[in-house]
């Protein structure tokens, strides 16, 4: 018999990914477009798997839920998984996996659309000029060439960022615990101290995962560290930047713009169509007032190579654990 699978949050170029991946007809996909939470939980019954995304809450509750139903396997079709009780699923007897590394420059690629646009008012200048509006008023950037970036974290994402914007001619000062010194020396890299990194960039880019340690490591006292005028850059996770603060960088002028792929308050928003909702959340409302915000809704991921990818890799992980084999190499997720 097909494992069975149940697949929370589920978007049209979800199911189609899935799919077209090469085990897919060895599975028997059940696709819910509502995202996996305690109240949802049971809709698994009769599922050996889980497929979820990251706005999907596998907290304790909801893994228990899924226990109850038989389920044995929890597979993220994405690389953070903060969103996951880790313990409690070893506890509980399901095996987590995720995919760690889908397509890194995809990511790096959307990070740098959103610099770019965001610094040379593309977002602006294309608005204005479909309204036959061909004044340039406002939409003054600054050369990239020999400005300083700041990234944090150069695990796969952060790596092949900080490498185009030295293509662009740009200083680059990093920050990581873990350090990588063969690849800094070999791309004209500096690793530094966090304050130094925040202190000295013209361009920041956070590119670290969600941990207690990373939370809220955008707040108003690392802001105010930062340059006048420096552009702010998130594709990670959106609580690593605490809104009420950089709302205040914003209003106050000290940064010169932020560029979000992701938002502390995301789920529930982003990947929803809301054109005919009432906005709730405010300060994402105030962020959306400012002609020097620019917001994509978690889409930095969104390639059809990093689709395939992950399509591939989740399908083969079912597969292999329904087997009772092993999931591909690490992609599995223990307890820290
Ligand atoms: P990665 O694991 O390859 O790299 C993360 C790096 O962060 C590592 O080098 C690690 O040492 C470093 N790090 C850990 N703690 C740190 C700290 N306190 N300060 C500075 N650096 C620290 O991860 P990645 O593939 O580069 O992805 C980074 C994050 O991007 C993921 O965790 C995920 O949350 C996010 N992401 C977002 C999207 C999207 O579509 N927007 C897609 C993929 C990943």
Known sequence: MKPHVAVYDTKPYDRVSLLSAPQADAIDWSFHSFRLEEATATSATGAIAACIFVNDQADRESI???????????????????NVDVEAAAELGVQITRVPSYSPHAVAEHTLALLLTLNRRIHRAFN??????????????????????GVVGTGRTGALVAQILRGFGMHVLAYDPMPNPEWAARHDIHYTELKDVFGEADVLSLHVPLLPETKHIVNEESLAWMKRGAILLNVSRGALVETTALIQALKSGALGGVALDVYEEEEGIFFEDLSNELLQDDELARLLTFPNVLITSHQAFLTREALAEIARVTTENVVNLSQGQRPLPGTELAPS
């Open 64 to 82: 228990t839920q899924l226990a109850e139903c038989g389920v044995k396997h929890i597979a993220l079709r994405c690389a953070g998984y903060n």
């Open 128 to 149: 204005r000029v479909r309204e036959l509006n061909f004044s340039l008023n406002g939409l003054v950037g600054f050369d990239l060439h020999g400005k300083t970036a």
